[in-house]
């Protein structure tokens, strides 16, 4: 395992403060949409045409991510990438009509995934197991506070324009930041490509070999399925407990909160063991314990036990994605893995739109008491999925890893 230098420590916590940024704008959301869809006039599952408007932007920057790495570098793909969430998040309090602010979602994810796909491979193919979990917490610090922020403006002043306001102009001072400290990755970038130590960006598969393998389809429904597990709950945890459930507002907010909450503490503390514990056992236990919360929130024995079904689900599903991410090259094996990472961020932009507009359909016409049961089944096949995507027989012949690679 590589151990980081001093040097890097900057950069490091550049990528942390980028994730942070991630997250905050996930986490308004799901306390803001009551709000937002009154405002607005429109029904519950109208939350599905804004998902997939931002997911049209965020796969379209993910699928790009690697040309615009080579393109801007580093810390320019920074830059620009939190300049158009900034600009599309105030955008949102200024919109008078609902298409409107729909149409500035693809911004929005254009942003996002531009961050979150280059970050991704940069940490994948550059440090350790234990700083992708640090990294990917840092998206939860972001996304912890978000319901907070949504909660005081709601609370406060009863706007929900006030989050969005707050983050887009956080967004737009971080643009700034990254702008200034470009050098900085160019610099990193320059000393890495100098060594001849063998990184996962350095094998050039052909996009339809790795197609072709069964464990990379498994490896990216893992992916669509777990992230839209995640997104579900963030987005209709506080309209489950607020209109199914009869939380006072305040306290759902700070409910829905407590998932985000505990999955960054989760995730902290992921960070801390990842290396002796190994990927699959933090998979394999982060799934358990998150079907075990859903059980738990379905069952709804108390309030109580709402908030300490929703951290249970936060906390137990907090090191799945990292882990995920980071045993890719093993699950699909090197010389598939940098295509395979592409490929599965993209399935993240699917599962996060089509998951939980899907569940707003389903919460619409029948009960938002459905989340709970839909949580059981996405968890159940994930943990089936999994179990195939590791036994899965991987490819001895050298001879094709020698023709997949070229250095």
Not at 277 to 303: C, I, K, Y
Not at 341 to 357: D, H, L, S
């Amino acid at each position: 395992m590589k151990i980081q230098r001093p040097a890097n420590l900057g950069l490091i916590l550049l990528a942390f403060i980028a994730f942070v940024a991630l997250g905050l704008p996930d986490g308004l959301l799901g306390v803001g949409w009551p709000s937002i869809r009154a405002s607005f006039a429109q029904p519950i599952d109208a939350i599905g045409l804004f998902l997939n408007a931002s997911v049209i932007g965020y796969m379209g920057s993910t699928f790009l991510s690697g040309k615009l790495l080579v393109r801007l570098g580093v810390g320019w793909m920074l830059a620009i990438s939190c300049l158009l969430t900034g600009v599309a998040l105030i955008g949102y309090t200024l919109v008078p009509a609902w298409w409107m602010m729909a149409a500035l979602g693809i911004i929005a994810g254009m942003g996002a995934g531009a961050i979150d796909a280059g970050l991704n491979t940069y940490v994948a193919a550059h440090f350790s197991e234990g700083l992708m979990q640090w990294l990917h917490a840092s998206w939860g610090v972001g996304v912890t506070l978000g319901p907070i922020i949504m909660t005081l403006g709601l609370a406060n002043l009863n706007t929900w324009r006030f989050g969005y306001l707050v983050v887009g102009c956080f967004q737009i001072g971080l643009a700034l930041c990254f702008a200034l400290t470009s050098p900085m990755w160019s610099r990193h970038a320059a000393a890495a490509s100098a060594e001849p130590e063998i990184r996962l960006t350095d094998y050039k598969t052909p996009m339809g070999a790795t197609l072709s393998q069964p464990r990379v389809w498994l490896s990216i429904t893992l992916f669509f399925l777990y992230v839209g597990a995640e997104a579900s709950l963030g987005t209709w945890a506080y309209s489950l407990l607020t209109e199914s459930r009869g939380v006072e507002p305040t306290l759902a907010g700070f409910f829905a909160g407590s998932y985000w909450f505990s999955f960054t503490i989760g995730r902290i503390v992921a960070g801390l063991i990842a290396t002796r514990l190994g990927v699959h056992r933090l998979v394999l236990g982060g799934l358990t314990g998150a079907f075990l919360g859903a059980v738990l929130l379905l069952w709804n024995p108390s309030p109580l036990a709402n908030v300490i079904a929703v951290a249970i689900i936060g906390i137990a599903i907090a090191p799945i994605f990292p882990a995920l991410m980071s045993g890719t090259k093993t699950r699909v094996g090197d010389h598939h893995a940098a295509n395979t990472i592409g490929m599965q961020m993209t399935a993240t932009g699917f599962g996060m739109a089509v998951i939980p507009t899907l569940l707003g359909v389903l919460a619409r016409y029948i009960s938002l008491e459905i989340i709970p049961i839909c949580l059981l089944v996405v968890y159940a096949v994930m943990i089936g999925v999994y179990i195939v995507a590791v036994r899965v027989q991987k490819p001895t012949s050298m001879a094709s890893n020698v023709e997949a690679k070229h250095l």
